[in-house]
C-alpha cells in the first residue's frame, strides 16, 4: 500500500477527509485508521475512492496492490 501516493491523489483531487468518509459510507475515523494502515481498505472501499478521486486502473494498482511499495 502506497499511502503517500493516495495522501497526494487526495490532495490532487481536493477532496476532504469528510467528504470521502461520507462516499464510502464510513466514520472518519474508520477512514484515518485506513489511512494509517491499522485496518485495510475494502475492495467496495478502493472502487469509490478510485471513483471520487478519478484514478486511473494503473493509479490503483501503484497505489493499493503494487508489492513493491512499502
Known amino acids: 500500500?502506497?499511502?503517500?501516493?493516495?495522501?497526494?491523489?487526495?490532495?490532487?483531487?481536493?477532496?476532504?477527509n469528510r467528504k470521502i468518509?461520507?462516499?464510502?459510507g464510513i466514520s472518519e475515523q474508520a477512514l484515518y485508521n485506513k489511512m494509517q494502515g491499522e485496518t485495510e481498505f475494502k475492495g467496495s472501499e478502493i472502487k469509490g475512492l478510485a471513483n471520487i478521486l478519478c484514478l486511473s486502473m494503473e493509479d490503483v494498482n501503484n497505489i493499493f496492490f503494487d508489492a513493491c511499495v512499502n
Request: no cysteine; proline share 5%; hydrophobic share 45%.
Open 1 to 16: 500500500m502506497n499511502y503517500p501516493e493516495l495522501r497526494a491523489s487526495i490532495a490532487r483531487a481536493g477532496v476532504s
Open 21 to 24: 468518509s461520507e462516499f464510502l
